[in-house]
């Protein structure tokens, strides 16, 4: 590593070898602690520790289990399947409750509007009867 540095600026080098060795340490030292700095902000932007502790609790949890854990089976239409038919399931019953609903709503209004139209009807005689009184 210090060679390779070393051949990139080798005419400093064969004029000043100590030099050189010393920017090349504090060179490495400051690429270390800017690292170590990005590092550092990249865990608390995303909250890593807390969910490493979390991933370690889950882990922890796993060992006393018997029963396998859930794994991908590899064919990814089965795995989305076991977790969206549940959901489905639950959707279409609410579509059904919801078209029973409507199908309620809509007689009962078919049944106000024939009940309207009979009272239209029975008024529509009434008038012909009177005119025809009048008359």
């Known amino acids: 590593s210090y060679q390779r540095f070393v051949s990139c600026y080798r005419c400093f080098y064969k004029l000043q070898p100590q030099l050189t060795r010393s920017i090349y340490d504090q060179f490495i030292s400051q690429l270390q602690t800017s690292i170590k700095e990005e590092i550092q902000e990249v865990k608390n932007e995303g909250n890593l520790e807390a969910l490493f502790s979390l991933l370690d609790k889950i882990v922890e949890e796993a060992k006393d289990r018997e029963e396998p854990a859930w794994r991908p089976s590899g ?19 609410h579509l ?31 008038i012909q009867a009177r005119q025809q009184a009048w008359q």
């Open 75 to 93: 064919v990814p239409a089965q795995d989305v399947r076991s977790a969206l038919v549940p959901f489905l399931l639950r959707h279409r019953s």
């Open 96 to 126: 059904r409750r919801a078209l029973h609903e409507r199908q309620h709503r809509s007689s009962s209004l078919a049944q106000d509007v024939l009940t309207g139209r009979d009272s239209i009807a029975e008024l529509q005689q009434r």
